[in-house]
């Protein structure tokens, strides 16, 4: 069973850094497109960045030269480096894979079915 767990969420200071983890199952990097979502409260959920097996991001607008999604094979861990957090980035940050047809693994994209927990972040001004 495909097993995925964050952590690293806290509370930050705008213009400050976060790095999020997500460890995952073993060899999920060769087959699984991954990625990281996001959920405020009262708000619909959206895909933040995503990271296909051959390496290529994509990433939403909003985080575009702030947010970097890398993952590491060798510790089944995916990333996502947060710099110039602003309060509107405060949210419940999920890791998601799943099997993507090629071209589809896309931030917010519609294969992903295997979910996390969430990890809260809160970004103060």
């Known amino acids: 069973q495909v097993q995925l767990v964050e952590s690293g969420g806290g509370p930050v200071q705008a213009g400050g850094s976060l790095t999020l983890s997500c460890a995952f199952s073993?060899?999920?990097?060769?087959?699984?497109?991954l990625g990281w979502f996001r959920q405020a409260p009262g708000k619909e959920r959206e895909g933040v960045a995503a990271i296909d097996t051959d390496g290529t991001t994509d990433y939403t607008n909003d985080v575009k030269g702030r947010f970097t999604i890398s993952r590491d094979a060798a510790k089944n861990t995916l990333y996502l480096q947060m710099n110039s957090l602003k309060p509107e980035d405060t949210a419940e940050y999920i890791c998601?894979?799943?099997?993507?047809?090629?071209?589809?693994?896309?931030?917010?994209?519609?294969?992903?079915?295997?979910w996390g927990q969430g990890a809260q972040v809160t970004v103060s001004s």
């Open positions: 998601a894979a799943g099997v993507c047809p090629r071209y589809d693994c896309k931030a917010g994209s519609w294969c992903y079915t295997n």
């Open positions: 073993g060899y999920m990097h060769t087959v699984y497109c």
